[in-house]
């Protein structure tokens, strides 16, 4: 608290606020640092994701009470980015700096579709929660995710409710935002990793349209989410770039 300027970390699904562990360390000293344990995925207060944008209500709400009204910099993770972006389009709270790492943007689909999308990713992650750790590792068959990974990853599914993981996905997909999107936040960047650069085709050009001044940082040698895990200093490099950026005032 002592720390003057704020910065607020959201984490991306199937993981807990922990996700930052490794960035902690690296900011804690010259930083406010403000962690949500989200809604469904907090471990020592078991409920159901709510929704994104009751969340990022209830952040706002959150941070006044502890009479923050000014934070240099907020950063969101996949669904996490989706917080953000909706924080953003709120702007109840003077926003500095903002970044959003694979940030999930509304579909733009008939309902009957969105639905259908949402069901699928329910399924896929559904299917873990039942199967244990040998079936996520044939649903997550990739080299972004090591053995200790996966582990941790069965360890969330094991707590969090079937209910959570649905809110997670319908909401993530379609929550609403302001057919004007007004925000006082001065520099947005939207960061993503080499390898999703097709999965995030459709958020990039959402970033665009809605947020055209955003600023678009590419990533090597990581997958989706995985900068604040695998490269915890470029993370906190970024983040500080961040809040020392000039455009601030």
């Known amino acids: 608290k002592e720390n003057s300027k704020v910065v607020v970390l959201i984490h991306p699904s199937l993981v807990m606020w922990d996700y930052f562990e490794f960035v902690i360390p690296l900011l804690e000293k010259d930083y406010r640092l403000i962690i949500p344990a989200l809604p469904g995925?907090?471990?020592e207060h078991p409920d159901d994701f709510t929704?994104?944008?009751a969340i990022s209500a209830e952040l706002e709400k959150n941070l006044k009470e502890r009479g923050i009204e000014e934070i240099q910099c907020i950063y969101g993770c996949s669904m996490g980015g989706s917080i953000v972006t909706r924080f953003l389009a709120d702007s109840q709270i003077k926003v500095h700096t903002a970044a959003?790492?694979?940030g999930i943007t509304p579909y733009n689909l008939p309902y009957p579709v969105t639905r259908l999308i949402a069901a699928r990713d329910f399924m896929m992650i559904y299917s873990g929660k039942l199967?244990?750790?040998k079936l996520l590792e044939k649903v997550f068959s990739t080299d972004e995710y090591s053995d200790d990974d996966l582990k941790y990853i069965a360890g969330v599914l094991d707590f969090i409710s079937s209910k959570t993981i649905w809110r997670t996905f319908e909401s993530c997909n379609?929550?609403?935002?302001p057919k004007k999107i007004k925000t006082g936040c001065k520099r947005i960047e939207y960061w993503y990793s080499?390898?999703?650069r097709?999965?995030?085709k459709w958020d990039i050009e959402y970033f665009k349209k809605n947020f055209p001044d955003a600023i678009f940082k590419e990533f090597e040698e990581i997958g989706h989410g995985g900068l604040a895990v695998l490269k915890p200093e470029t993370f906190a490099e970024e983040i500080i770039k961040l809040c020392k950026d000039?455009?601030?005032s």
């Open 246 to 248: 000039k455009k601030e």
């Open 194 to 196: 080499s390898a999703e």
């Open 131 to 133: 199967g244990g750790l």
């Open 198 to 200: 097709k999965a995030r």
């Open 51 to 53: 929704s994104i944008e």
């Open 174 to 177: 379609n929550y609403s935002m």
């Open 100 to 102: 959003i790492d694979g």
């Open 41 to 43: 995925y907090d471990k």
